[in-house]
């Protein structure tokens, strides 16, 4: 059956550094790659999406890497501060044309930034 | 430009009552997808309306059933409620279908549903 698995442990990084997360998949030939931030109480965010034919995407202090062979996407927040403390959700997405799978998520890697 | 928004924020219910969750797409959108997030877990799709017809669906039974209307809002219903079913129920819209090429998808707040 098709599996995500993102970190389970909450990952501690200290303010400044680069905080890399780490989402591998199985059993799946995902089309896209999105990754999402989610805070306490609240509804996913749209970051980043990356295509199977891209190797990396970036965006202001954030990088996406995809790697297809490895079955594996590096998600890394650069020069990190407290506020972005959260929870990131990786999630995969087929291509279906006319019809939809919707999102398979990952049950998200807790990441605390800490002054 | 408005938000995806949800109601009603929180909602208790007792096993096999039944229950109606809302939502309105942001503007613009004609897709809309419904998922179930329990405690610690990721959010898992349960189905998907583009265009007021069911254009997808996961692994959930037949008692959740939902609609799209003309102005692209949405309800999900759900029959014979289980102790299982409490988690965040969050609805996302996107302007194309979660598997076409424009599918960031736009999430709610969310319902939190607790079942006694």
């Known amino acids: 059956s098709q599996k995500i698995e993102q970190n389970s442990e909450a990952l501690n990084i200290q303010e400044g550094k680069t905080a890399t997360l780490t989402c591998n998949y199985t059993?799946?030939?995902?089309?896209?790659l999105q990754w999402y931030r989610q805070d306490p109480g609240r509804g996913p965010v749209f970051l980043l999406l990356?295509?199977?034919?891209?190797k990396e995407k970036r965006k202001e202090r954030l990088k996406v890497t995809f790697d297809t062979t490895l079955k594996q996407s590096l998600f890394h927040i650069t020069a990190s501060q407290p506020a972005d403390s959260a929870t990131y959700l990786c999630?995969?997405?087929?291509?279906?044309?006319?019809?939809?799978?919707?999102?398979?998520f990952g049950k998200g890697t807790h990441l605390i930034i800490q002054p | 430009e408005t938000g995806v928004t949800q109601s009603p924020t929180h909602l208790i219910k007792t096993r096999g009552q039944q229950v109606t969750l809302r939502c309105s797409s942001q503007?613009?959108?004609?897709?809309v997808s419904w998922y179930q997030q329990a405690l610690g877990q990721g959010p898992q799709f349960i189905f998907q309306?583009?265009?007021?017809?069911?254009?997808g669906r996961g692994n959930f039974p037949p008692r959740f059933s939902g609609l799209q209307f003309p102005n692209y809002s949405s309800e999900l219903n759900v029959n014979a409620l289980e102790l299982d079913d409490s988690a965040l129920y969050l609805c996302?819209?996107?302007?194309?279908?979660?598997?076409?090429?424009?599918?960031?998808?736009?999430f709610g707040p969310g319902t939190r549903l607790t079942v006694l």
């Open positions: 996302a819209s996107s302007p194309g279908l979660a598997g076409g090429p424009d599918n960031e998808q736009f």
């Open positions: 059993n799946y030939s995902p089309a896209y």
């Open positions: 990356i295509r199977e034919n891209e």
């Open positions: 999630a995969l997405a087929p291509y279906s044309g006319g019809g939809a799978d919707g999102l398979t």
């Open positions: 503007s613009g959108h004609n897709t």
């Open positions: 309306y583009y265009r007021e017809e069911e254009n």
